[in-house]
């Protein structure tokens, strides 16, 4: 799979993840986390690989100008037949000097096609609520609020709803 997208001058390339993208990715997990998107305490879990919670099949990678500057981490959200046509995105995460390229949006395309190309029926994720620019993106690419569980995190003294949301296939 590789994806190609143009955002104004800037060219956004997507690809599958391999073991050799281990170091950039786990920089980007390292620093693109923030109370607002994710778990202040996840950072202090992090190993000296990004591939630990998952190899590199299941990733997205997307590059611009050569370096890797984001991923998705796409996955069956269940692990029985029942189940089987539903994705879910378990991150998302770009580097801060490369956001506003669209490389949120090409990675988001390219889990859409990849969502297809399995067969898949269905694509989900989980959004903290006061995650707002990631909630209009997920929007603009055709995900709608399926769910809203409040007070589910107690983030830096706040507590914080989760959303659940999709787009069908």
Do not use: C
Not at 151 to 159: A, K, M, S, V
């Amino acid at each position: 799979m590789s994806d190609d997208r143009r955002a104004g001058d800037h060219q956004v390339t997507v690809r599958r993840a391999v073991e050799d993208d281990d170091e950039a990715l786990l920089a980007i997990e390292r620093s693109a986390w923030d109370a607002s998107s994710g778990f202040p305490s996840y950072q202090e879990t992090l190993q000296d690989t990004f591939f630990s919670r998952s190899g590199p099949e299941a990733h997205l990678v997307a590059e611009h100008e050569g370096a890797v500057v984001g991923y998705l981490r796409l996955q069956d959200k269940y692990p029985f037949p029942e189940g089987a046509g539903v994705l879910t995105i378990n991150g998302l995460a770009v580097a801060h000097e490369a956001r506003r390229l669209g490389v949120a949006s090409a990675l988001l395309e390219a889990a859409t096609t990849e969502g297809r190309l399995r067969g898949a029926r269905k694509i989900s994720l989980h959004v903290h609520s006061t995650n707002a620019p990631a909630r209009r993106l997920y929007e603009r690419h055709g995900y709608v609020v399926e769910g809203t569980h409040p007070n589910e995190f107690l983030i830096e003294g706040d507590y914080i709803a989760a959303l659940d949301m999709a787009k069908m296939l």
